[in-house]
């Protein structure tokens, strides 16, 4: 008779090739999760230098808009306004909305 000597080592549980390929996959879906979470990290970093880039050209043709207004109305004067077919607002009536209620009570010709 012939003696085999199996080691302990050799010996596979039944559970092993299971487990193992579920912590591959798990492994992978981390993998996978990690490099999306990076990536999109990234992106809305590029994406915020680009809108803060954008929002200073905003603000930049804004400031040079309200300095040609104040150009422009400080040379607009009767004369000037009477020439464009301006007119001076006469009969305004304003509406009062109590508190912070969204529905006001209209009287007569009142926007």
């Known amino acids: 008779m012939m003696h085999k000597n199996i080691s302990i080592l050799s010996l596979e549980h039944p559970m092993e090739k299971i487990a193992m390929r579920a912590l591959f996959v798990v492994l992978a879906v981390f993998l996978c999760g990690y490099l ?25 043709s804004i400031a040079d808009m309200q300095q040609q207004y104040f150009a422009v109305s400080s040379s607009v004067d009767q004369a000037e306004a009477a020439r464009l077919g301006l007119a001076p607002i006469s009969d305004t009536q304003y509406v009062y909305r109590p508190g912070q209620t969204a529905a006001a009570t209209i009287e007569s010709n009142e926007i």
Do not use: K, T
Request: charged share 15%.
């Open 36 to 60: 999306y979470f990076v990536g999109a990290s990234i992106l809305n970093v590029i994406a915020r230098r680009e809108a803060d880039a954008n929002a200073a050209q905003l603000q930049s």
